[in-house]
C-alpha cells in the first residue's frame, strides 16, 4: 500500500473517531490558541457552528479578544474573553482547534477537568498530538480545511454562515490563495462555497485589504527598523511595547508585518519581533522554503510550518534580535 493510501486511510479514521467523539460526549469547551489569527477563529466558529447544527452545547472561548476583523462571521458575538468572561466551572469534555501544543490554548487550561478528555483538530506539521482524540492533518492548508471535511463526514449540510468561516479560514492561511499550500483541492472547496453565495472579493477586502489608521501607523513605525543580516538573505522589523503605545495599536494590528521584509527581493527568511511585555519577544519567522522555520521555531520552544513559524524569546529585543539572527544565519551559511 502506498504512503499516500495510507494518509487517506488514516485520516479516514481520524475522521471517524473526531465525529465519534462529539456525537458521544455534550457540554464542550471549544478554544484556539492565543491571539488567534483567520484560521483560529474561523475554525472556531466552524466547530461551533457543527455542534449546534448536531444539538449539542458548547462554550467558545479564548484568552484575550477575538479579532474584530472576523466579527461578520456566524458566532463571533458568542465567544467569550477569558478573564472578563470566566465561567466559574470546569468542563470535561474540550475541543481545541489550530493548537499545535497544549500551551498554545494559554490560560483556558485552568478551566479543564482532571479528567477532561480533549479532541485535538489541528494541520500544523508540528502539533505534538496532545489530548485524547486527534484529527490532525500537515498537509491540510488550514485547521477549517479539516473542519469543512469532519462536516461532510458527519452528513451536514454547509449553509452560508459555514461557508463564510471555511473560506475566510482558507483565505487567510493560504494568504489570498498564493502560498504553497494553496491545493486543487482547496481550490475545490473554495468552489464549492462560492456556489453556496459566498462573496469572496467582500470578505478579500475586509480582511486582506483593509487596514485601520493605527495599522498604517505602525507600519511606518516598524519599517524604520528594517535590517539585513547574511548577504540581504536575512531580514527583520521590531515593534517594541514604547511603539504600540506610542501609535495606539493592537496586536490584531500586527497581522501580515512579517510579510514586508520576507517580501524584499533575495531575501530567503523574514522576520518580525513584537515585544510582548518587558522581557517577553515574540518571534515570528516567513520562509521562502530554503530554510525550514519550523524547526528553527520548534527548537526554541516554538513551532508552525516550514513556512511560517514563531517562538517567544525571553530577553530585551536586542538580545532577541541577536539570539534569531544567529539561529537563522547558521541555517543560510
Known amino acids: 500500500m502506498s504512503s499516500g493510501m495510507n494518509h487517506a486511510t488514516e485520516y479516514s479514521q481520524q475522521l471517524a473517531a473526531a465525529a465519534k467523539f462529539i456525537e458521544q460526549h455534550d457540554d464542550f469547551l471549544v478554544v484556539s490558541h492565543i491571539q488567534p489569527d483567520g484560521d483560529a477563529a474561523s475554525s472556531t466558529y466552524a466547530i461551533g457552528w457543527i455542534l449546534q447544527q448536531l444539538g449539542k452545547s458548547f462554550t467558545m472561548i479564548n484568552e484575550g479578544a477575538m479579532p474584530s476583523k472576523f466579527s461578520y462571521l456566524w458566532g463571533s458575538d458568542q465567544v467569550l474573553d477569558f478573564g472578563k468572561e470566566t465561567p466559574e466551572r470546569l468542563y470535561q469534555t474540550i475541543i481545541s482547534v489550530d493548537c499545535a501544543d497544549f500551551s498554545r490554548m494559554g490560560r483556558i487550561s485552568t478551566l479543564f477537568d482532571d479528567q477532561a478528555q480533549l479532541l485535538n483538530v489541528d494541520h500544523h506539521p508540528t502539533n505534538d498530538r496532545f489530548g485524547s482524540c486527534h484529527l490532525i492533518k500537515h498537509d491540510a492548508a488550514a485547521t477549517v480545511q479539516i473542519l469543512y471535511d469532519l462536516a461532510i463526514h458527519m452528513k451536514l449540510v454547509p449553509n452560508l454562515e459555514f461557508g463564510d468561516c471555511i473560506y475566510t479560514g482558507l483565505l487567510t492561511d493560504t494568504g ?158
Request: proline content about 1%; some cysteine; glycine content about 10%.
Open 176 to 333: 489570498g490563495f498564493r502560498y504553497s499550500n494553496t491545493s486543487s483541492e482547496v481550490m475545490q472547496i473554495g468552489a464549492t462555497l462560492l456556489s453556496l453565495g459566498v462573496q469572496g472579493s467582500v470578505i478579500a477586502e475586509q480582511v486582506l485589504e483593509r487596514v485601520t489608521y493605527s495599522q498604517i501607523v505602525l507600519l511606518q513605525k516598524a519599517l524604520s527598523t528594517l535590517s539585513f543580516a547574511n548577504n540581504r538573505k536575512l531580514a527583520w522589523l521590531a515593534v517594541s511595547l514604547a511603539d504600540l503605545e506610542l501609535t495606539g495599536a493592537s496586536s490584531d494590528d500586527l497581522d501580515g508585518l512579517v510579510n514586508y521584509p520576507r517580501n524584499v527581493e533575495g531575501v530567503e527568511v523574514g522576520m518580525l519581533f513584537k515585544e510582548k511585555a518587558v522581557g517577553v519577544i515574540k518571534v515570528s519567522l516567513r520562509s521562502s522554503g530554503l530554510v525550514d522555520v519550523a524547526a528553527i521555531a520548534q527548537s526554541l520552544g516554538g513551532g508552525g510550518h516550514v513556512r511560517a513559524s514563531g517562538c517567544t524569546i525571553h530577553g530585551t529585543l536586542e538580545e532577541a534580535v541577536a539570539k534569531m539572527v544567529q539561529e537563522v544565519g547558521n541555517e543560510l551559511i
